[in-house]
Nanobody
Framework: QVQLVESGGGLVQPGGSLTLSCAAS????????ITWFRQGPGKGREAVSC???????TYVDPDKGRFIIWRDDAKRIVYLQMNNLEPDDTAIYYC????????????????WGKGTQVTVSS
């Protein structure tokens, strides 16, 4: 059974950093793409970053360079390091999986975690 569990959220001041974790079970990370999505207050769910089954990382907004995604295949954990956080980054962060390739369309994802809250505030 595929299961995803997020952790690592919390309250952080603007300019701070957090690293989120997405622990996967029921499959190996080299068989699925894992995307981090977020949903801010009153907003739709949007993709932030994805790592393909082959291990390639993609970012929705690469020019900012604030987020880094990577994975530990042995531990079956996908990480999202978030730097220089801004109040607009406040959201529930979810990880989701689908076969092989990254997509930004939420309807294409078959499994979701329950999310972890990130609040950026002074």
């Amino acid at each position: 059974q595929v299961q995803l569990v997020e952790s690592g959220g919390g309250l952080v001041q603007p300019g701070g950093s957090l690293t989120l974790s997405c622990a996967a079970s029921g499959f190996t990370l080299d068989s699925k793409a894992i995307t981090w999505f977020r949903q801010g207050p009153g907003k739709g769910r949007e993709a932030v970053s994805c790592i393909w089954s082959a291990g390639t990382a993609t970012y929705v907004d690469p020019d900012k360079g604030r987020f880094i995604i990577w994975r530990d295949d042995a531990k079956r954990i996908v990480y999202l390091q978030m730097n220089n956080l801004e109040p607009d980054d406040t959201a529930i962060y979810y990880c989701a999986s689908r076969n092989l390739s990254c997509r930004s369309d939420t309807s294409l994802y078959t499994s979701w975690g329950k999310g972890t809250q990130v609040t950026v505030s002074s």
